[in-house]
Every structure is written in structure tokens, then in C-alpha cells.
């Protein structure tokens, strides 16, 4: 019988397990540690999968971060330079492997720190572990305001939320209302995409609304599904809103197909945002002129004048050979904040890192200000920069006006007046 | 040696030992977290295919809507857990009694469809309710998941509870094999018609397995879900999710007892390395792929078809 | 709230998502009426499809999409009958499970073969056409959309011309009513499958490239489309080609109007094409035209 054939298998195949599990991994056990020689540095990010070409962003801009670092002898840690070794997984986009792959960096490799991985969901389902193991992670790709509500010791972000991008928005929405370019209160057509990006979005919209009547009306507050392809009832709802306002938030391929279809079905409105989306090169290729003058929350943009800026976007281009965009500047600065934490710190123990991590002000940072520090959840004290697509490809900086070469924005909208 | 001890020493006594092998990793290793924590995972999906297998492999009717089941009982537990403070292993039997739940309301109207029908038809079950679970926010949290306490049992007690569920999920499938129920089971797989003719009441037969199933199921996922301290729509109501329970069927053998077993234990911790060894990352889906048209073009019996020819000689 | 204009405009957009739907369900139906098997690669024949026409579109050629789908059904219906003759004849008989996952795996081949050609970002498609609308009064109709819509029309009197009219139609429907007497009569079904695999996978691959008039895509494009297609092959009884039409019109007609519903969340969009799959293997076996069928010979 056949049973009995595996069930002669089974202790044999039990054992072999369990006489290499320990092999597999020499370094394991309770023998004391020896000086460290290097810094072990890990990451599990999205290179396959829904999320890749992001991923694939933050890949590289680690990698530029710590061979930056290593070129220059490494890393000062309490007067010593150590090496970082960089190692990087990838999770297929699915939040279980996200999860357990971290632990395996955590368990196995046994890291020293974790950078983050991309997009709120997987960093979500990643945001146990620094907890768990007391190793320290810097995310720069989950941008949801919940991250930072579950009581993380060892968890920080550099990616300001999106209720910030939310709230961003109406104050720039006001002020125009106060200069009369818009009409007061505005009326606003909401859609936003049906995650935990869209919602944070939605919420800020919303309450702004409620807390200030006499500037805005929200007429028409519609989600749609992620990678949702067909926005064409949508757009007929949003036209039959007559709204003045068109707010949207969405991730690069629904702002591609949505903008399409509403330039199409022939929609204007007096201010047209897609959250985050606007200056993003492959957005502009596919849309041409029909993305002139959308307006751009963002976290950083290649238009930023600032010395620190221009540097990095040069260096980029000469190294990849494309010009970056916000996921590259944050995974850059993402990478940085850590090893300055590490560098304060001046040891690699764990609980060492988080308190200099806690109580760090980075200030060669990439984001709108150049500083990033965070508050006692973890949550950054950075802020958005608003950007306005002007032709010919170009990009305007229109908000705060305290931001270093902003120019005031075009409202409203060239044809709607 | 006769042959009624035969079962006694050549099949218990060595399964004994495996478990028990299997069940000391964790107190004679507490330092190699990791493959303890690989070690739950797989007895989850251990768990997954074993109870899959009842109705996909011994009744033939291949379901793709099985995270349907997974998902209704992660929010059982997730809701009880976070919300109303219950001790998160208490929750278990209802999370498998709410898959049980909605395992009849799948089973009822959809077993009536054959074959083919039936498969397509648990697709759109598990989609719907992967659509439904995120837009229904006040229930599931909508799109921002559930975050839940990160405060959780250590490794070893999750361990040892996968442990425990997988032995009891495929000791019940042993049983259903040689039960009345499993021969009803294999009887209408081979011809529905045939054994209605005779008497069967295959509606009652099937339902049974697939309740049974959903059952495992529900409290495996209840278990999954206090692990990852976290959950959202997209990861227990996701398609990867019943397309993977398939899978280890059919690359361990399916409609066997321990085909299933022997998919789950290569199929996640394979997955899992092929993710780990950046030489191979890009070739991961190539691998599965490839790896699935052979067993269905060269080896339908499945790894364990492998396994017993190689015995054989 | 909704003026005339914009009921209009959500019943023009009803119908010509239609076209869209029935042109992306045809080759599906054709390989199931044959075979009786579920093409799963069918998403991924679409996605390689729209990177070809990208890759024609990007390289010297400049090739219009239009053409360049041509080119890529071609290049697919050799490759599909590849296909069959490889891999696929030998499941057709075995449980329905192994045509399903063997097709699964193509899939997960397909996905991984563009990662590694043309890597994971999104990708779109800009031809001087797309912006231009036809202006009926208020009513803008989008000319990227209008395409597949005369497309899809000309494909579905082309085939029906095809299977009706010729020998090899003819043979195909023979084989897809009752493959044991088409061989019985001299049917040489084998080649008759193979052909139609491939003509099938040629239709996936049509109609992929003419998505990308209007989606942007990566290499997990299609798997939506692929369930949308499941449900609208049932509403239509599986089988047949004015099936096909009546339900790809049905499930557009139904998500389009959607929004109507007061309190509708836009993103509950999806659930209709699933729950209409499933309330249709239940309830309507034979598909939405055999109620009308039912209802006829009622009266």
C-alpha cells in the first residue's frame, strides 16, 4: 500500500529536514557575537508583480544610497567604517511572502536594520516584524495615515501621508477661492480609488468640506476599483455633477485611461488634479497636451530647485540613464535617514538605532523643506510639494509659495474662465 | 507477522514519529525562528490542500473559490479578536463555523452545475466576495484592511497549533477516504449519473465534504490571521490564494491522501527560497509554470505519481 | 440631475463598451464551442498581444495599432496552433481540471516572459487619433473607442460568415456540435481543433492589441478582462456568436447604468460581472437566449 510506503518516507524526510535546517543557517544559535566587520542591511520590496515598476524604483535608489556610502569607505559607526551589504527580496507584490520574507531577514540573514517595502498594503503586512525582532525599519513607500496608529516602536516613514496630500490640496483650493480665481464655495467632484491611498484622500476632502461650508461643496464623492479600466460612467456621473472642481486620486495607469476619457468625453472643469499623479513622465507621454495644467500633490519632483535636488537628479541621470521621479528621491532619502540614524547611534545594536532614529533631524534631505524628523509614532514632520504641468513638458512649482523657485499656478484652468 | 499488526507498525508508528520529530524542531532549535515560522506557514497550506482535496480530489469538483471560505473566517476572527477583545484562539471554531456557513451557501445552488460549470462558477463566488469584503468598510475595514494587535502568542505556539490542525485535517481526510462517505465521494466523481441511479444522494455527499472542508479551512485561516496580526480583502479573499490551493493538489497528486500533503510541503517553502535567491526572481512564474504544464502533460498522478514510480522500480 | 444629454451619452458609452467586450469573448467562445475547454491563457495571449503592438508601435515601423493587432492576431494564430499541437491536444479528453490548469500555467509563462522582454512598467499607447472624438451635438465619442466598437461588429459578421459559409467552418461547427459524428462523416477533427486553437488564440490576440487604444498595460494586464469574458461567454450560452454579442451587451448595459444607483459605490463595479456569472451557470443554463427561446415557444 501506498500509505505505508510514505509513512516509512516520513521520518526519514522529518529528520532530513531537521538535520539541515541548522546547517542552513551556520551563524544561528547563542554563541557571542563577534565584532561586527559589516553592516547587514535588508529590504523586501515588489520587483514582480502589481507594484513592481515601483519597486523596481526603490531598488535602485537603495542601491545608489549605499554604494554611495560604501565608495566612501562606509559608514561611520562610533569612529569605525563598516561596509553595508545591501540585500534585497522580492515579494511578488503579495502582502503573505511580504510578511515572512522580512521575518527571514529578521530570523536568518539576521539584519541589522530594514528599509521598507512599497506601496501602504505591503508595508502594512511588513510592519509587525520590526517590532517583533527590535530591528529597525525606515519605509518611504506606505503612505496611508493608519501606518502610524498601531503603537510601532521601531517603525518610522518618511512619506508624508496622504490626509496631508488631502489637506494640502484645499488649503492651495482656498486660497485661489480668496483671490477669486474660484468661485466661493467651490464645488468639488470626488473620485477617489477604493484603497487605503483613496480613502486617507477622501477623508481630507470630506472634512475639509464639513469644517469649512463657506469654501467648498462636495457635489459628487464616487469611488472606483484600482486598475479599474473602464471610467467612462464615472466621467458621465462626474459630468452630470457640474462641479468646479475635478479632485482625483489615483495610481499612474487609472490617471492614464481616466484623463483619456475625460479629455475625450470632452469634461472641463476650473482645477483637475489626480492626487499625486500629474508630472510623472510616462503620464505626460501618454496624454501629451491633455496633461497640461493638471495640478500635483507630491512628495518630491525633479523640478525642485534646491542645490540637493538638481545634484540628485543629475546622478541619476547619468546613472540609470532616466530621470527620476518621487519613488527614487524618497527610496534615496528613505536609505539616508537610516544610515544617519546608524551613524548617531554609533553602534548597530537595535535599540541604539531606534532611539537615534527617534530623536533625529536629517537635514540633507531630497523633500520639499530638506529636513525630515519624525513625531513620537513615527510618522513624518515633511510636507508636499504642488506642482502645475505647464506645455512643452515643463513643470511648474506653484505651492507653498515659500517653496524655492515657485511661481503662482495658472487658475483656473486656460478655457474655463 | 501478520497482517492486522501490519498497519500498527509500518504506518502508525512511523507517522507517530514524524509528528512527534516535526512537533520537538521548535523546543530542541528555539533559536531558528525562521524555519519555525516556515514550519507554520506550511502547516497551514498543509491544511489548505488536505481540506481542498476533499472536494477537488476525492469528489472531482475543482473549486476556485475556496479564499471565499479563507476570508469570511479571517474577519470572524479578526472582528471577535479586535473589536469585541475575545483571546484570539477562542475564536477559531467560529471562524470555521462561518466558513461552514458560507460553504452552504456556495455549495447548495452551485453543485447543480458539473464538471466545468461548476469550477467557473466558484471563480465568480470567490471574486465576488473579494469585491464585496472591500467595499463593505464598516464590517471589513474596506480597502485599509484591519490592523490588529501586534501583540501576539510567540512563534512556537503557532507552530505547534499548525502542527495539530494539519495531523487533525489529514487524519480526517484518511477517514473520509475510507468512510462510506468517501467511496459516495469517488463514486459520483467517476459517474454522477451512475451513482444517483443507484441510490446516492450526491448533493448530500458533496455538501458534507465541502462543509467538512470549509470547516479546516476556516480555522486555518483563523490561525493565519492572528499570525500576520493584519488583514485586508486582497490577501485573504484573493484569487492567488484558492488558485494555490489548487495548485498543491495537483503538483503533490490529487484525490490522494498524501498528494496534498507533499504539494503544500514543496510548494510554499519552494516559493519562498525561489524568492530569496535574487539569481531566480526573475524566472519565478517561469518556474511555476513550467513546473505545472509538466505535471499535467507527463504526470497527472502529480509528484506523488513521481514519488511511487520511483518506488516502484 | 442627469440631462437628457447624459443619459445619451451613458447609453452610447454602454454600447460601445459592448463591442469591446464581445470582441475580447469571441476567441473564447469559438475555443470552448470546439473543445469544450476554458482557454486561461486567454489573458495572457491579450497582454503579450498588446506589447507586440507596442513593440511594432515603438520600432521603426511606427505600425498603427490597428495594424499592428493584425499582425500580432497572425503571429498568435501560428503560435496558437503551436499550442495545440504541443501541449493542448493531449488534455482535451482528460477532467476539464488539467485544460484549465496546463492553460494556467501558459499564463503564468506568458506574465513572465514579458516581465523579462519588456520589464514591469506601465505602458500606453499614443496614436494621432487619440483625442479625436466625433461630435454628435453635445455627445463626444471618443474615435479610440468607435474603432473596436466597427471592429467588433465586422469580426462577428466575418465569423459568423466564416462558420456558416466555408468547408472548414462548417467543419469546425460540426466538430463544436458533436465532435464524435464529424469524425464519423469524415471530419478530420484533429486539424480542425488545431485551427481552431488557433484562430482562437488570434481573436485573444486581436483584441488585446485593440485594448491598447485604450488602456495603459503591464504584464498583469488582462485578468480582469479574462473574468469579465468568463461572464459574458455564460450569459451567452457559451457557444454561440450572437450569444456572445447579446451578452457582452447585457453586462455592459448593466455596469454602465450601475452609477444610476443611488448610494452605488463605483468600485463595486466588478461584482456585477461575477455575480451575473454565477446567477447564470445557476439559473439560466443554456444563457440569456434561451429565455427568449423559452419565452417564444411559450407564446
Redesign the interface.
Known amino acids: 500500500m501506498n500509505v505505508i510506503r510514505i509513512a516509512r518516507l516520513l521520518p526519514a524526510l522529518v529528520l532530513a529536514l531537521g538535520a539541515c535546517a541548522p546547517a542552513g543557517a551556520p551563524s544561528g544559535g547563542g554563541s557571542a557575537a563577534p565584532a561586527a566587520s559589516e553592516i547587514k542591511v535588508g529590504a523586501v520590496l515588489p520587483l514582480t508583480g502589481a507594484f513592481s515598476a515601483s519597486g523596481n524604483y526603490f531598488q535602485q535608489a537603495y542601491q545608489l544610497a549605499t554604494d554611495e556610502v560604501n565608495g566612501a569607505g562606509g559608514l561611520d559607526v562610533g569612529g569605525k567604517k563598516l561596509q553595508i551589504t545591501l540585500k534585497i527580496l522580492d515579494d511578488g507584490s503579495d502582502t503573505t511572502k511580504s510578511r515572512s520574507l522580512v521575518e527571514q531577514l529578521a530570523t536568518q540573514e539576521k539584519v541589522n536594520v530594514l528599509l521598507g517595502g512599497y506601496d501602504t498594503t505591503l508595508v502594512q503586512a511588513q510592519q509587525g516584524v520590526p517590532d517583533q525582532y527590535k530591528i529597525p525599519m525606515v519605509e518611504g513607500g506606505g503612505a496611508a495615515s493608519a501606518i502610524f496608529t498601531r503603537g510601532n516602536k521601531y517603525l518610522f516613514g518618511t512619506l508624508a501621508t496622504i490626509d496631508d496630500l488631502g489637506n494640502i490640496t484645499m488649503d492651495f483650493l482656498k486660497y485661489w477661492e480668496d483671490q477669486g480665481k474660484l468661485p466661493k464655495p467651490l464645488k468639488i467632484a470626488l473620485a477617489w480609488e477604493n484603497t487605503d491611498h483613496g480613502k486617507d484622500y477622501q477623508a481630507a476632502v470630506n472634512k475639509a468640506a464639513k469644517d469649512d461650508p463657506s469654501h467648498f461643496t462636495v457635489v459628487l464623492d464616487q469611488s472606483f476599483d484600482l486598475n479599474g479600466s473602464d471610467f467612462t460612467p464615472l466621467l458621465t456621473q462626474v459630468k452630470a455633477a457640474n462641479a468646479d472642481a475635478f479632485l482625483s486620486d489615483a495610481h499612474l495607469p487609472d490617471f492614464i485611461t481616466m484623463h483619456r476619457q475625460y479629455t475625450q468625453l470632452g469634461l472641463k472643469h476650473k482645477f483637475v488634479t489626480y492626487g499625486a499623479r500629474g508630472p510623472d513622465q510616462k503620464g505626460r507621454e501618454a496624454l501629451t497636451s491633455a496633461a497640461d495644467y493638471l495640478v500635483a500633490g507630491l512628495w518630491w519632483t525633479p523640478a525642485l530647485a534646491d542645490a540637493g535636488s538638481k545634484k540628485f537628479t543629475d546622478t541619476w541621470k547619468a546613472k540609470y540613464n532616466a530621470t527620476p521621479d518621487w519613488f527614487q528621491a524618497l527610496g534615496y532619502d528613505t536609505a539616508r535617514v537610516m544610515y544617519a540614524g546608524i551613524t548617531k547611534a554609533g553602534s548597530l545594536d537595535g535599540d541604539k538605532i531606534r532611539d537615534a532614529l527617534a530623536g533625529l533631524e536629517f537635514t540633507g534631505a531630497l523633500v520639499p523643506g530638506n529636513k525630515i524628523s519624525f513625531d513620537a509614532t513615527g510618522k513624518p514632520k515633511t510636507s508636499y510639494v504642488m506642482t502645475q504641468n505647464l506645455p512643452n513638458n515643463e513643470v511648474a512649482l506653484v505651492w507653498p509659495s515659500s517653496v524655492e523657485g515657485a511661481k503662482p499656478a495658472t487658475i483656473p484652468l486656460p478655457g474655463t474662465g | 507477522m501478520s497482517r492486522a499488526r501490519l498497519p500498527l507498525l509500518r504506518v502508525w508508528l512511523p507517522l507517530a514519529v514524524g509528528v512527534a520529530v516535526l512537533a520537538a524542531f521548535p523546543a530542541l532549535f528555539p533559536g531558528e525562528l525562521n524555519y519555525i515560522g516556515l514550519g507554520f506557514l506550511t502547516f497551514i497550506f498543509v491544511t489548505l490542500a488536505v481540506s481542498w482535496n476533499m472536494v477537488g480530489g476525492y469528489a472531482g469538483q475543482v473549486s476556485f473559490g475556496y479564499a471565499a471560505f479563507f476570508g469570511t473566517a479571517s474577519y470572524v476572527t479578526a472582528i471577535l479578536w479586535s473589536r469585541y477583545g475575545w483571546p484570539p484562539f477562542l475564536t477559531l471554531p467560529l471562524a470555521g463555523g462561518a466558513a461552514v456557513i458560507v460553504a452552504l451557501l456556495v455549495g447548495l445552488p452551485c453543485f447543480r452545475l458539473l464538471g466545468p460549470y461548476f469550477s467557473i462558477a466558484t471563480i465568480g463566488v470567490g471574486e465576488a466576495a473579494r469585491v464585496l469584503a472591500l467595499n463593505l468598510d464598516q464590517l471589513t475595514g474596506g480597502a485599509s484592511g484591519l490592523n490588529l494587535p501586534l501583540a501576539v502568542p510567540p512563534k512556537p505556539i503557532f507552530y505547534w497549533s499548525g502542527l495539530a490542525l494539519a495531523v487533525v485535517a489529514i487524519a480526517v481526510s484518511g477517514w473520509m477516504r475510507a468512510s462510506r462517505v468517501g467511496l459516495g465521494l469517488s463514486a459520483l466523481r467517476m459517474e454522477q449519473d451512475a451513482a444517483e441511479s443507484l441510490g446516492l444522494n450526491t448533493a448530500v455527499y458533496k455538501n458534507l465534504a465541502h462543509c467538512v472542508s470549509a470547516f479546516l479551512v476556516g480555522v486555518a485561516a483563523g490561525l493565519y490571521v492572528v499570525y500576520f496580526s493584519y488583514v485586508h480583502p486582497n490577501q485573504v479573499f484573493g484569487f492567488d490564494l484558492s488558485i494555490g490551493m489548487v495548485l498543491m493538489g495537483v503538483i503533490g497528486g490529487v484525490g490522494t491522501l498524501w498528494g496534498p500533503v507533499l504539494g503544500a510541503a514543496i510548494y510554499y517553502p519552494i516559493r519562498q527560497l525561489l524568492l530569496s535567491q535574487s539569481s531566480l526572481v526573475a524566472f519565478n512564474l517561469l518556474i511555476y509554470g513550467l513546473l505545472l504544464i509538466a505535471i499535467i502533460l507527463f504526470e497527472p498522478g502529480g509528484l506523488l505519481g513521481v514519488v511511487r514510480r520511483i518506488a516502484r522500480r | ?3 437628457p444629454s ?1 443619459l445619451a ?2 447609453v452610447v ?1 454602454a454600447v460601445l ?1 459592448a463591442g469591446l467586450y464581445a470582441l475580447m469573448s469571441y476567441g473564447l467562445a469559438l475555443v470552448y464551442g470546439v473543445m ?3 482557454n486561461l491563457a486567454h489573458a495572457g495571449t491579450m497582454m503579450l498581444s498588446a506589447f507586440v503592438v507596442l513593440s511594432l508601435n515603438r520600432t521603426a515601423l511606427h505600425l498603427d495599432p490597428v495594424l499592428g493587432s493584425i499582425v500580432s492576431a497572425a503571429l498568435f494564430f501560428l503560435l496558437g496552433m503551436g499550442l495545440y499541437r504541443v ?1 493542448v491536444r ?2 482535451i479528453n ?5 485544460s ?3 492553460l ?6 506568458a ?3 514579458a ?2 522582454i519588456w ?4 505602458q ?1 499607447i ?1 496614436t494621432p487619433y ?2 479625436t ?1 466625433v461630435d454628435l451635438g453635445d455627445l ?1 465619442i ?1 474615435v ?2 468607435l474603432i473596436p466598437f466597427f471592429i467588433s461588429l465586422v469580426a462577428l459578421a466575418a465569423l459568423t460568415w466564416f462558420l456558416r459559409s466555408t468547408d472548414l467552418g462548417k467543419a469546425i461547427r460540426a466538430v463544436s456540435q458533436n465532435a464524435m459524428s464529424a469524425r464519423l462523416v469524415g471530419v478530420r477533427s484533429e486539424r480542425v481543433a488545431t485551427i481552431a486553437f488557433g484562430l482562437g488564440s488570434a481573436l485573444s490576440a486581436f483584441a488585446g492589441g485593440l485594448l491598447t487604444l ?5 504584464p ?1 494586464f488582462g485578468g ?2 479574462q ?1 469579465k469574458s ?2 459574458i461567454i ?1 450569459l451567452g450560452g457559451l457557444e454561440s456568436l450572437p450569444g456572445v454579442a447579446l451578452g457582452a451587451v447585457v453586462l455592459a448595459v448593466v ?5 444610476l444607483i443611488p448610494g452605488w ?7 456585477l460581472a ?2 451575473m ?2 446567477a447564470a ?2 439559473l439560466l ?1 443554456g444563457g440569456i437566449a434561451s429565455l427568449l427561446e423559452r419565452r417564444g415557444q411559450n407564446e
Not at chain 3, 485604450?214 to 503591464?218: A, D, E, G, V, Y
Not at chain 3, 455596469?255 to 452609477?259: D, H, L, R, V
Open positions: 440631475m442627469y440631462e447624459a451619452g451613458l458609452t463598451t469544450k475547454i476554458i501541449a493531449r488534455v482528460a477532467p476539464p481540471i488539467a484549465l490548469l496546463l494556467f500555467g501558459v499564463w503564468l509563462c506574465q513572465n516572459l516581465y523579462l520589464g514591469s512598467e506601465d500606453s499614443v487619440t483625442f472624438t463626444k471618443a479610440s473607442r485604450l488602456f495603459s498595460f503591464n498583469d480582469t478582462f473574468l468568463f461572464a455564460v455596469e454602465s447604468f450601475s452609477i459605490r463605483g468600485s463595486l463595479v466588478n461584482l461575477f455575480s456569472l454565477v451557470l445557476v443554463p
